[in-house]
């Protein structure tokens, strides 16, 4: 019984501290994080993927990656479906860091159907990394239709096209 309210308490401290959003109490519930065994930590960052906060869950994805970086791919797979456009594009560049391959065709349906500009770039810069020959025809056809710019004002076809060329570089090579 005590276990498990500790375990309650952790998780709900944890929680509290990222709610608060500022750098200090992010380093803190870090470092409660990666204080804890591996099971129980990737335990901590599973239930803070499913928080109705979005800040959480992209730091749920973030701490992933840095703490456990082995799992941080399936972490972030599994939030390139999620309802805040700000925690898509975070899942795609843990996805990116981890070149974690499985999540190729849901960087796909990114770059074809997010309405959001900034999700389509990085999702296409994942692809990079990670697209096969189906992600070349994805990127292509998305190179067509493309309109928006990135954060800096580049235009999002210059990352959707070196990432074409990436790819085309690296099937190439496996010839």
Known sequence: ???SLEELNMSDLIRDLLAMADPAHIIQAKQYLSSLPTNVALAELF??????NP??????VIFAYELC????????????????????????????FCRYKPAAQQLIQLVQQDKHGFVRDMAALALSEIGDQSALLALEQAYTTETENDHEGQP????????????????????
Not at 47 to 52: E, G, N, R
Not at 156 to 175: P, Y
């Open 156 to 175: 999002i076809q210059d990352t959707i096209l070196r990432s074409i060329e990436r790819i085309r570089s690296r099937l190439f090579r496996n010839i």
């Open 47 to 52: 239930q803070l993927t499913k928080d109705t």
């Open 1 to 3: 019984m005590l276990d």
């Open 55 to 60: 800040q959480i869950r992209s730091y749920a």
């Open 69 to 96: 970086p082995e799992h941080a791919g399936p972490i972030a797979a599994r939030l390139l479906s999620d309802e805040d456009p700000s925690v898509r594009w975070q899942s795609c560049r843990i996805v990116h």
